[in-house]
């Protein structure tokens, strides 16, 4: 069986590297979406962007007032950011809630002595669901306050152990003890989060990923319809070694497109995917998935425009339940439920818990679930597999 | 003949729905005999191809190649066979050699003979020179001579070949025609469609007529004309009103069928000589005008006519 498919698999191959349109599904166009979108939302300095915040300060404190007069208010003077001060944590939710703003900070009580104390503090943020971009902009505010209150703080401390003059290493040592001064908690994420270039970096990949794996499998109904479908039925294979050989062909794919789209990424706007290990567990798991549907949703189809139609359809809902283009998971309630029923979410959440330096076992949930869409569509194909090498 | 068939094939049945494309086809092919299937548009023969070959399901019958028994899910059987489709079956976006180099891996061939097949298949078809430009690139006379060259590339025992000649000018037929008798001649066999009586008669060792899935008579060209006995072909050329003209002259003893073809009325008429004025006479009173007269001693045209009462193409 291996031997047909390789050949069919090499002859696939062939095609598809003389074929454009394969090349700007799998490469040019996830990428370029990856530069737009990673580019408008990292800095706030865009044009476009019209955003309200609330802040509630229950601080008082120097550095919460610092945070509102300098940051905020800072947005406020460059035209970037309207600001609503309000008294409580329940004005500031409805603010979000009723979408007066994307999101509220809360700077709770004790957060100024808490930094000066070094002890670990927490900036909350409230987003409205549906001004996502707006949520992530506010996370990235006070992710970047947080960070440079962190490096203050390291600073401050290393000081004072330069007063008991003791040895660098010590030094060092007593900078690493401080906790970070300040966690960001998010009223309604769950997980950590990916930066806005890593996330549609890997969200971009994933998406175009369900459309790339489909220039294998569905090639079958080009070859039905060009006739060399028979030819292939007629020569001493089984239909079993067809179906492998444009498998593979969806699978290498696959792998082509979203190794090509991580490097790249990486290198050209400084995606930080995380352990390759791990990365590569969650690609070759969504590869999988997305190869298995592919089978599934063409043993639908009579024709190549059919099956192209499908695929895109289902590729379409799936990125978009699985929230590729703004992170559900940042915002959470029943749509990051809902989008749990894709194997896109469970990618994206494999790269948050990547984030931030995790090894590869840290991936390893999201690959078994994963791993599950896999099975379940594969399953389903295969019993449904005959009629794609039907002649 | 002595030698084991290459192919039995015995009552094969293929329903489309209500339609019984092919009802109960059955022939053999020894090695180096070319066996034809004649017969017009529609008659079933791409049906019986597709299940000789394993390509499609059959409802009923037996296919057995090289003395193994086939069905769809064969695999070792199946490569006895070189299939030539119809339609044209070729990669556009390969080359020509490409495309062969690809069908010689799925037949398991080594590297270096394939090299070698691939050539010779080339020159078989004429091909060599532009072996390597794109296959959609070819004129269409081209692209046909490739499928060939696909289906002959590993030395089948049984070459079966679905009207491989339509759509090509007369060099490329010929060239061809011949390279069909060169293969017939080093010991294969070759399974021949087409609806081209000349073809049937040129190439082939016996011919099977074929006509709404049924084979209508079996045998060679000679056994096949004694058929017709006999009785010649007569086709009156002229204007007016055939279809009132073949009428009047089917009525008359001695003949035993008329057909209106491209401006004409065949005949099948025992004893046409004496009976020319007659049938001349009828026609004129029917309201046609005739302005030419053939007398055709019996062939496969006429075999068809008189099996079948129709004309090959209509
Ligand atoms: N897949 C199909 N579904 C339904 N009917 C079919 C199918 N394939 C063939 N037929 C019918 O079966 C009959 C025989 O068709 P077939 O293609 O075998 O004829 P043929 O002798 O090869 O004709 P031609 O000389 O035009 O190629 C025709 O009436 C055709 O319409
Ligand atoms: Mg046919």
New binding site residues.
């Given amino acids: 069986m291996a031997r047909p498919a390789l050949a069919i698999l090499g002859k696939d191959l062939r095609q598809r590297v003389r074929d454009r349109s394969a090349f700007l599904v799998a490469v040019v166009a996830p990428l370029t979406l990856a530069l737009v979108f990673g580019m408008t939302l990292s800095g706030v300095s865009s044009d476009d962007l019209e955003l309200s915040f609330g802040v509630v300060d229950l601080d008082g404190g120097v550095v919460a007032t610092g945070f509102t007069d300098e940051v905020l208010a800072g947005l406020e003077r460059d035209g970037l950011a309207t600001l609503t001060v309000v008294r409580t944590v329940g004005e500031g939710r409805r603010l979000a809630a009723d979408g007066d703003v994307a999101a509220t900070f809360v700077l709770p009580a004790g957060l100024s002595e808490a930094v000066g104390a070094g002890r670990p503090a927490r900036i909350e943020v409230i987003g409205d669901v549906d001004q996502p971009i707006g949520v992530l902009v506010a996370r990235s505010i006070a992710d970047t306050f947080a960070a440079e209150l962190e490096a203050t703080q390291v600073a401050v401390g290393a000081a004072l152990a330069a007063g008991a003059t003791g040895p660098v290493d010590a030094l060092a040592g007593r900078a690493r003890e401080l906790a970070p001064p300040i966690v960001i908690e998010d009223a309604t994420a769950t997980k950590k989060q990916l930066d806005p270039v890593t996330f549609y970096s890997a969200s971009m990949a994933v998406f175009f990923l369900f459309f790339t794996v489909q220039f294998g499998l569905s090639t079958l109904l080009d070859e039905r319809r060009q006739g060399t479908l028979g030819r292939l039925l007629v020569a001493p294979v089984s239909r079993r070694a067809i179906l492998l050989g444009k498998a593979l062909t969806s699978i290498v794919m696959g792998l082509a497109s979203m190794t090509v789209l991580v490097v790249a990424t990486s290198l050209i706007v400084g995606a930080e995917w995380g352990s390759p290990a791990g990365v590569a567990l969650l690609v070759a798991a969504g590869v999988l998935a997305a190869t298995a549907l592919s089978a599934l949703v063409i043993s639908f189809a009579r024709t190549p425009e059919q099956a192209g139609n499908f695929q895109s359809i289902v590729a379409l809902v799936f990125g978009l339940l699985g929230g590729v283009f703004f992170p559900i998971a940042a915002i959470g309630g029943w749509l990051e439920r809902v989008s749990l029923a894709t194997p896109h979410a469970w990618f994206l959440r494999g790269l948050g818990d990547l984030a931030g330096g995790a090894g590869p076992g840290a991936v390893l949930g999201a690959v078994a679930a994963i791993l599950a869409f896999a099975a379940v569509f594969g399953a389903l194909a295969v019993a449904r597999s005959a009629r794609l090498v039907e002649p | 003949m002595s030698a084991a068939p290459v192919l039995v094939c015995t009552g094969l049945v293929k329903r ?2 209500d ?1 019984v ?2 009802d109960g086809v059955g022939f053999e092919i020894s090695p180096g005999e070319t066996y034809g299937l004649l ?10 191809i597709s299940m000789v070959c394993g390509l499609l399901e059959r409802d009923d019958g037996d296919v057995v190649v090289a003395g193994r028994p086939l069905t769809t899910t064969s695999v070792e059987a199946k490569a006895a066979i070189g299939y030539v489709p ?1 339609e044209i079956a070729v990669y556009p976006d390969l080359t020509g050699r490409e495309n062969l180099r690809f069908f010689s891996r799925l037949y398991g061939m080594a590297p270096a003979a394939a090299t070698e097949r691939i050539g010779e298949a080339l020159e078989v078809v004429g091909l060599a020179d532009r072996a390597d430009d794109l296959a959609g690139e070819y004129s269409g006379g081209m692209k046909r001579r490739l499928n060939i060259a696909i289906g002959l590339l590993h030395r089948p025992r049984l070459l079966v070949l ?2 491989p000649t339509v759509g090509v000018d007369p060099q490329s037929r010929n060239a061809i025609l011949e390279g069909v008798e060169a293969l017939a001649g080093g010991g294969i066999a070759v399974l021949y ?1 087409t ?1 081209y009586m000349e073809e049937a008669e040129r190439l082939c060792d016996r011919i099977g007529i ?1 006509d709404a ?1 049924v084979i209508r008579a079996e045998g060679t060209r000679r056994e096949l004309v004694a058929l017709v006995g006999e009785r010649d072909r007569v086709r009156l050329a002229g204007s007016g009103d055939l279809a009132s003209v073949a009428t009047a002259c089917g009525a008359l003893p001695g003949v035993e069928a008329a057909s209106v073809r491209d401006g004409a009325v065949d005949l099948i008429v025992e004893g046409a000589r004496g009976l020319l004025p007659e049938l001349l006479r009828v026609a004129a009173e029917s309201g046609g005008l005739v302005d030419g007269v053939d007398v055709h001693e019996p062939d496969l045209e006429s075999v068809f006519l008189h099996l079948t009462g129709k004309a090959l193409r209509d």
């Fill in positions: 489309f729905g339609l494309a092919v017969g017009p548009n529609g008659a079933g023969k791409t049906t019986t119809q679905d009207e469609t609806h074929i899935g």
